[in-house]
């Protein structure tokens, strides 16, 4: 079956860092673009980054360029998103997916910044 489970969210402050993790089963990973998205309460689910399936050619949501860095090791069929210098702004639940063909969401990881 395919399956997405997202980890590595929690609490953190303002400035600090969290790396967040997508594990992929049940479908053929490495030939499909990968997203992160995130959600917050009484927002619309976003966009953060995307990663090519081949040449890892990335893209961000303005909002978090030069903060967040996505990647991914085909082989672990895993996906990352390194996010640095969090702010408020950032809490969230994070979600990740295909591109552009949606798999079944997972839970997603919760991420909260505050002091």
């Known amino acids: 079956q395919e399956r997405l489970v997202e980890s590595g969210g929690g609490l953190v402050q303002p400035g600090g860092s969290l790396r967040l993790s997508c594990a992929a089963s049940?479908?053929?990973?490495?030939?499909?673009?990968m997203s992160w998205y995130r959600q917050a309460p009484g927002k619309e689910r976003e966009l953060v980054a995307t990663?090519?399936?081949?040449?890892?050619?990335?893209n961000y949501a303005d909002s978090v360029t030069g903060r967040f860095t996505i990647s991914r090791d085909n082989a672990k069929n895993t996906m990352y998103l390194q996010m640095n210098s969090l702010e408020p702004e950032e809490t969230a639940r994070y979600y990740c997916?295909?591109?552009?063909?949606?798999?079944?969401w997972g839970q997603g990881t919760q991420v909260t910044v505050s002091s």
């Open positions: 990663i090519s399936r081949f040449s890892g050619n990335t």
């Open positions: 997916n295909k591109r552009r063909t949606f798999v079944s």
């Open positions: 049940g479908f053929p990973f490495s030939i499909y673009d």
